[in-house]
């Protein structure tokens, strides 16, 4: 039996000090989660001024509570906060102060402290969406490569001052937002407890995210004179699905089910991954089933579906279900490469091509996805084109910070690809950027 969970990827953090070192940090990766979070976040973006279509909200695969940013393009999250809150508008208040730490050009100064550390300011962060082979049997533990703490530390932490003036950003986000700010207080008070407590025992918000109790007076002071909004019902209903999805693949099936016992469309979900985690995959169909009739359109749940059917090796029902979310959400990487994947294991010739089709399609939708880069690797063997299938084996490598293989796969590819052509360029493109100084 295969051994289910969320699609796990690895966040590369390449920080040069003296020698290249890294540090990986494990996602969760999961397009109706992504989703959620993205229609979460939209208003509060927008709010502080930010593009909302070109910063994405990810779920790192930790369950200690933390959320921070590395770059004006991604907020990162831990999915033990995102369990710990206990609203929609808690979630966005989180999001709202990250948001703020970006739209205020704290990154800018991290950049500084970076050189003053003597960081080599060649500083990259490469996404790679490399998931956990099928029988892995924990939902991803990302790898811990290097980096030392101190480094860690100058790059994460924040000043008490960038806190205060992020805090002051967010309450305006989320008022401007209609979003109650008196929810970014009681996500305060969760770490209220924190502060005192030695930096080992510290969850590692409290200790990038410095908490005084100034803090909490000047929020606490802002929103005692606010009106407060009506909770929106579109809000509630997508954080319910964000925590059901998480807590289905991260807590034990046992847990899930004595917990999730009524016929609510959230509970539904959670059984049907939980009955899937146990083994119990004509359970979780049934369950699927009812979720799709009440949401006929909606294509993560025809994902979800997807991705029981396969890993019960139901491979043709699979792919039709599959090719439904896509057919619903064209445009959702995720989406097709599950798509692309599911028609790879049935090792047809017409599947095969479709697959490559597809899977280059998701490629261009989100070209950090080193996952799909091993299926467009097979797809490309199979089709016979040995030097280009190398190529997407190299850049692979790279996208996970693996530098020596992936050079060593670029020097592969560049024999056998016709010189000067697109793909020989590519692994030009990776000998020269893995060139060791």
Not at 303 to 326: F, P, S, V
């Given at each position: 039996?295969?051994?289910?969970h969320?699609?796990t ?9 003296q020698?290249?070192s ?16 993205q ?5 509060v973006l927008r ?7 070109n ?14 940013v590395?770059d ?12 710990k809150?206990?609203s ?9 102060h990250e ?23 060649a ?7 490399a ?23 100058v ?23 209609q ?20 930096e080992e025992?510290?969850?590692?918000y ?5 908490l ?14 606010i009106?407060i909004?009506?909770k ?8 319910k699905?964000i925590k ?9 099936p ?22 899937h985690?146990?083994g119990?995959?004509a359970?979780?169909?049934?369950k699927?089933?009812?979720?799709i ?6 294509p ?13 090796r139901?491979y ?6 599959y ?5 619903l959400?064209p445009?959702?990487?995720?989406i097709?490469?599950?798509?692309g994947?599911s ?42 084109k ?9 850049e692979r490598?790279?996208?996970?910070g ?30 020269d ?5």
């Amino acid at each position: 039996m295969l051994i289910t969970h969320l699609k796990t990827v690895l966040v590369v953090i390449i920080i040069t000090i003296q020698a290249t070192s890294a540090q990986s940090i494990g996602l969760l990766r999961d397009p109706d989660i992504e989703h959620g979070l993205q229609e979460l976040a939209n208003p509060v973006l927008r709010a502080a001024g930010l593009e909302a279509s070109n910063i994405k909200i990810l779920i790192v695969n930790d369950l200690s509570l933390n959320a921070f940013v590395i770059d004006y393009s991604y907020i990162f999250i831990h999915a033990g906060l995102v369990l710990k809150l206990t609203s929609a508008e808690q979630l966005q208040s989180v999001i709202a102060h990250e948001a703020a730490h970006i739209a205020n050009g704290h990154i800018a100064r991290r950049m500084a402290n970076i050189k003053q550390a003597k960081v080599s300011s060649a500083f990259g962060v490469l996404l790679a969406a490399a998931a956990l082979a099928a029988g892995e049997k924990k939902a991803g533990a990302g790898i811990l490569l290097g980096t030392s703490n101190s480094a860690k530390r100058v790059f994460l932490a924040h000043s008490r001052v960038e806190e205060s003036s992020a805090d002051q950003s967010a309450l305006q986000y989320l008022s401007l937002a209609q979003i109650n700010p008196t929810s970014m207080s009681e996500v305060l008070q969760i770490f209220n407890g924190k502060i005192t407590l030695s930096e080992e025992r510290q969850d590692p918000y409290t200790r990038s995210h410095p908490l005084s109790r100034d803090r909490i007076r000047t929020v606490d002071a802002y929103t005692s004179t606010i009106i407060i909004f009506p909770k929106n019902q579109a809000h509630i209903y997508r954080f319910k699905r964000i925590k059901a999805k998480l807590s289905g693949f991260l807590r034990a099936p046992k847990w899930t089910l004595s917990n999730a016992k009524n016929n609510s469309e959230v509970s539904l979900l959670r059984q049907a991954i939980a009955n899937h985690r146990s083994g119990k995959g004509a359970v979780a169909k049934s369950k699927m089933d009812q979720l799709i009739a009440m949401h006929p359109k909606d294509p993560y749940y025809y994902e979800l579906q997807g991705q029981i059917l396969l890993e019960n090796r139901q491979y043709d029902a699979a792919i039709k279900a599959y090719a439904t979310a896509a057919e619903l959400a064209p445009t959702n990487a995720l989406i097709l490469g599950g798509y692309g994947r599911s028609l790879l294991v049935t090792n047809t010739k017409t599947n095969n091509k479709v697959a490559l089709r597809i899977l280059k399609k998701a490629r261009r939708l989100d070209n950090r996805d080193a996952r799909v880069l091993h299926d467009i690797g097979t797809a490309l063997a199979r089709a016979g084109k040995k030097g280009q299938s190398i190529l997407a084996i190299a850049e692979r490598y790279a996208l996970l910070g693996d530098l020596k293989n992936a050079s060593l796969q670029a020097t592969k590819a560049e024999s056998l690809l016709s010189r000067g052509s697109p793909a020989w360029q590519r692994a030009q493109d990776i000998l020269d950027t893995t060139k060791v100084p």
